[in-house]
């Protein structure tokens, strides 16, 4: 069970176009899904917090207006990441926690990840 | 805490040998810890977790040492096999008292071990 899966897992866009990406939750709702990035060699970076149904909430320094995230549902959040430019190449992983696990409360389960790539 | 912008430390280990890997965290209002295994292009995976009224806390082949006076958590890893090659990242939950949940990632290490 937790299952999170991540659609597409490799995308190469050319500068200035958009690029969306799809996280699901496939055998649990999740009320909370997190989005992170990770460049080669170091760690993950959580860029926002997304609630089913609510906006989403960005750490400091992640531009909102450039990183959209759309948590429509309980099993699916989008990271849009519009007017990509090559700097905006990385890993992007998400993660969903399923709050009727009361044994570990803050357990995330982690997608796959999405190799973005910006010619 | 955050870690952005520094590579990952390396750590090499012969099969069968005990493996230690060190994090440090950065915010003393912790009070949940997570330790997660990645290997190479794929999401991290959950090792073992720790809460902050606790110092140690073991699991199958590893145990988890958490010391809240330096801010420290290390993970124990005994008769390491080849399977555990990867990279193991410590993760923090900051909001403490709120259901926001949010983990922020230690620096991680490279972990190899040799046959």
């Known amino acids: 069970g937790a299952v999170v899966s991540q659609h597409p897992s490799r995308v190469i866009c050319k500068s200035g176009t958009s690029v969306k990406i799809e996280c699901r939750s496939l055998?649990?709702?999740?009320?909370?899904m997190f989005w992170y990035r990770q460049f080669p060699k170091q760690s993950l970076m959580l860029m926002a917090t997304?609630?089913?149904?609510?906006?989403?909430?960005?750490e400091q320094g992640v531009e909102k207006d450039k990183f959209l995230i759309n948590h429509a549902s309980l099993t699916l959040s989008t990271l849009t990441v519009t007017s990509a430019h090559p700097e905006d190449s990385s890993f992007y992983i998400c993660?969903?926690?399923?709050?009727?696990?009361?044994?570990?409360?803050?357990?995330?389960?982690f997608g796959p990840g999405t190799r973005l790539t910006v010619t | 805490g955050e870690s952005v912008g520094l590579h990952l430390p390396t750590l090499s280990v012969q099969e069968g040998d005990n493996s230690i890997i060190n994090c440090a965290y950065s915010?003393?209002?912790?009070?949940?810890f997570i330790w997660y295994k990645q290997e190479s292009g794929k999401g991290p995976q959950f090792i073992i977790d720790?809460?902050?009224?606790?110092d140690k806390r073991q699991g199958q082949r590893v145990t988890v040492l958490l010391n809240k006076t330096v801010k420290h958590l290390s993970l124990q890893i005994a008769a390491t096999q080849p399977g555990d090659s990867a990279v193991y990242f410590c993760?923090?939950?900051?909001?403490?008292?709120?259901?926001?949940?949010?983990?922020?990632f230690g620096r991680g290490t490279q972990l190899t071990v040799w046959p």
């Open positions: 993660s969903a926690r399923d709050p009727t696990i009361q044994v570990r409360p803050y357990e995330q389960y």
């Open positions: 055998d649990f709702q999740a009320t909370t």
């Open positions: 997304s609630n089913e149904g609510s906006k989403a909430t960005y």
């Open positions: 915010n003393s209002a912790s009070d949940y």
């Open positions: 720790i809460r902050s009224n606790m």
């Open positions: 993760a923090e939950n900051p909001d403490r008292g709120s259901t926001l949940g949010r983990l922020y």
